[in-house]
């Protein structure tokens, strides 16, 4: 079993849903990443939480320590927001990671 | 401010041959990461140094290497190359303090082919 599992592993939504990707773990973690990489390579951090929730923009983060999940939430999905999310674990304050499989998730106009 | 720099972007070698890539991180980031990204084995962590020290290391073989230097550039060098090293190298930098995961900033990575 993967220490880290997300789902779906594909999503296709149209403009303007609201989106729901979720990151079970099964180790203990010092954080967990939100990453998102667009075609050609590129990855940005979205967020990194150890609890609670975090918001920016449309995009919202939430983790759940004791049920080992975290959720990311866009707002009002747009094309733009096409790309693979990557849940990711930092143990023991390390930035050795786990990743996870990543969502690939395509936004239709 | 300038993000994380990798050189070079794109680089085709031979099996047998060597490789150097190179992670200049944002100014002020004292910590560094490698990571490896395959479409069958996704990403991979790689290694971890801090203030020119390793501090982590993953689960790749001894033909992997890597260093940090003083400025807190890294490089890392994969010798005796397989065609399963064709791969995209993502470095990432963060303004860490020791013991405290910091925010993670990637460069757009060098993509290594192995023919």
């Known amino acids: 079993k993967n220490e880290v599992e997300q789902s779906p592993q594909n999503l296709t939504a149209q403009e303007g849903e609201f989106i729901t990707i979720n990151c079970s773990y099964s180790?203990?973690?010092?954080?967990l990443h939100w990453l998102q990489q667009h075609p050609g390579g590129g990855i940005v951090s979205l967020f990194m939480l150890s609890s609670g929730k975090k918001k920016h923009g449309r995009l919202i983060a939430t983790i759940n320590i004791q049920e080992k999940h975290s959720s990311l939430h866009i707002t009002a999905s747009h094309p733009r927001d096409s790309a693979v999310y990557i849940c990711?674990?930092?143990?023991?304050?390390?930035?050795?990671?786990?990743f996870g499989k990543g969502t690939k998730l395509t936004v239709n106009p | 401010k300038a993000g994380v720099t990798q050189t070079p972007r794109y680089l085709i070698k031979t099996r047998g041959q060597q490789v150097t890539l190179s992670c200049s991180p944002i100014s002020g980031h004292r910590s560094v990461s490698w990571y490896q990204q395959t479409p069958g084995q996704g990403l991979q962590f790689l290694f971890e140094?801090?203030?020119?020290?390793?501090?982590n290391k993953g689960n790749f073989p001894g033909r992997f290497s890597g260093r940090q230097f003083s400025n807190s550039r890294s490089e890392m060098n994969v010798s005796t190359l397989e065609l399963g090293d064709s791969a995209l190298y993502l470095c990432?930098?963060?303004?860490?303090?020791?013991?405290?995961?910091?925010?993670?900033?990637f460069g757009e990575g060098s993509r290594l082919t192995v023919l």
């Open positions: 140094y801090f203030s020119e020290t390793q501090r």
């Open positions: 180790v203990g973690i010092s954080a």
């Open positions: 990432a930098s963060s303004p860490r303090d020791r013991g405290h995961t910091g925010e993670l900033f």
């Open positions: 990711a674990l930092s143990q023991g304050g390390s930035e050795k990671l786990v």
